[in-house]
């Protein structure tokens, strides 16, 4: 039998026309709670699911209750698992959910934690206002620091022993600034001894399930905010972690009691998005490069943050991407010429591309990172990160890449005027 790509898997995968009277696509199973069929089933379900005896080898977990599982979001859950070719899979209300998780799980009173920087501003956030209460300590790196001055900065931490996660957001949002997962995964290891492993998360969003594979770098466990290229049409708020099963049935062991999986309707709704995910990719990720290609000769742009512009000038960076992404993305960041004033022309004149965060989607969208994403960011670190008045960031879509310059090209037009004004 041949082995079928993910992308060929995602309209049948996991699912049997028989359960459903032969409907083709997997109806949305809202229920709270599943009828067992005798007592002794409902007792053995129970002591599967919650670990007190070992399944057998081929015996499925039982449906008991839709807090600890259902047929949308298993289904759901062994698709997602194609594209990182991971054992396990967790699908969660958001991303934000995902990430804390992973983090209240793997991280105790004590611990250290080390983390890229930037990163989302809901990780951000709750790694130093929440996280901080329960005396969890962290270290941040930037992708400009190299490998041995992290090392160092963990051993002058004093904390080098409770060094219990380290965990990563690459490409760097917004600026697209590369980690080397390789190199972090094995600063984890050098800090694992036989009683504690260190394990290495990363946000994989930026880059979907398409073009960056983390597992296959080293990562323990990839992170997404499903809500992005994954969900894709900007309806619905999801997240997910892959991984060993071995980490993935403590993921899932949270999850049902701080109760914060997503619903049968939003895994429905995922798996109406995965089936596209492999062309509207593509497509976003085609659009992305004519537009780079397009921002990088215009007179009225500064500088533009996306991969294939910016490995062309650096050698290291291309010999990274070479070994761990696919594509460039199609997410693109640029300076306009002018600072605020004129950023914000800009997008007041954007007329098919959107004004509002988020990415990922089949629409363009368009934001400015310094009074937005990356308001909470300090000005010190934001000017370190290039995060500057003049940034502005796009998230390319699926519309036709001439519209998309044509818009772009009229709002900066409007720019010149205002500038001239
Ligand atoms: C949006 C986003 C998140 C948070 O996801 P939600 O689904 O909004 O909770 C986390 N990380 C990155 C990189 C994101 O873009």
Redesign the pocket.
């Known amino acids: 039998m041949r082995k079928f790509k993910p992308e060929s898997l995602m309209m049948s995968h996991g699912y049997h026309p028989e359960w459903s009277e032969g409907a083709i696509k997997s109806p949305i199973f809202q229920t709270s709670t599943f009828e067992f069929k005798t007592a002794e089933e409902g007792k053995r379900f129970f002591e599967v699911a919650y670990g007190h005896k070992k399944a057998e080898p081929d015996e499925q977990t039982g449906l008991i209750y839709s807090r600890i599982n259902n047929p949308d979001l298993e289904i759901l859950e062994n698709r997602l698992c194609l594209w990182d070719e991971a054992d396990e899979a967790a699908v969660f209300e958001?991303?934000?959910?995902a990430?804390s998780t992973v983090m209240l799980e793997f991280l105790n009173p004590g611990d250290l934690l080390l983390m890229s920087s930037p990163v989302?501003g809901?990780?951000n956030h709750f790694t130093k206002c929440v996280l901080n209460r329960f005396g969890i300590n962290l270290l941040e790196f930037s992708a400009f620091d190299d490998i041995e001055e992290i090392e160092r900065r963990v051993m002058a931490s004093g904390l080098a022993e409770k060094l219990a996660m380290v965990y990563i957001?690459t490409p760097a949002?917004p600026t697209n600034a590369m980690v080397d997962l390789e190199a972090m995964a094995e600063l984890a290891d050098k800090f694992s001894s036989a009683s504690k492993k260190v394990i290495t998360a990363v946000?994989n969003?930026?880059m979907g399930p398409l073009w960056q594979h983390p597992l296959k770098h080293g990562a323990d466990l990839v992170i997404y905010?499903?809500?992005?290229y994954i969900a894709g049409h900007s309806d619905l708020?999801?997240?997910a972690v892959l991984g060993s099963s071995e980490l993935m049935s403590r993921v899932k062991a949270l999850r049902t009691f701080l109760g914060n999986m997503a619903g049968p309707y939003t895994g429905w709704l995922l798996m109406r998005s995965l089936e596209t995910l492999k062309v509207r990719m593509t497509q976003q990720a085609a659009n992305a490069e004519i537009i780079a290609e397009y921002l990088e000769t215009h007179p009225l742009i500064e500088k533009v943050y996306y991969p294939s512009i910016m490995r062309k000038s650096d050698q290291k960076l291309d010999e990274l991407m070479k070994r761990q992404c696919q594509c460039n993305g199609a997410m693109i960041s640029f300076d306009v010429k002018g600072g605020e004033k004129e950023a914000f022309v800009f997008l007041n004149n954007l007329h098919l591309v959107k004004l509002a965060v988020?990415?990922g989607s089949t629409e363009s969208l368009a934001q400015h990172p310094a009074t937005m994403t990356h308001v909470d960011v300090s000005a010190e670190d934001r000017a370190k990160m290039n995060i500057t008045e003049k940034l502005v960031r796009l998230s390319v879509g699926v519309e036709d890449a001439e519209d998309l310059k044509w818009d772009i090209d009229q709002a900066l037009e409007k720019m010149k005027i205002a500038a001239m004004t």
Do not use: F
């Not at 905010?225 to 992005?228: L, P, Q």
């Open positions: 958001s991303g934000m959910s990430i989302y809901g990780t957001e949002n946000d969003t930026y905010s499903a809500t992005k708020i999801a997240g988020s990415l």
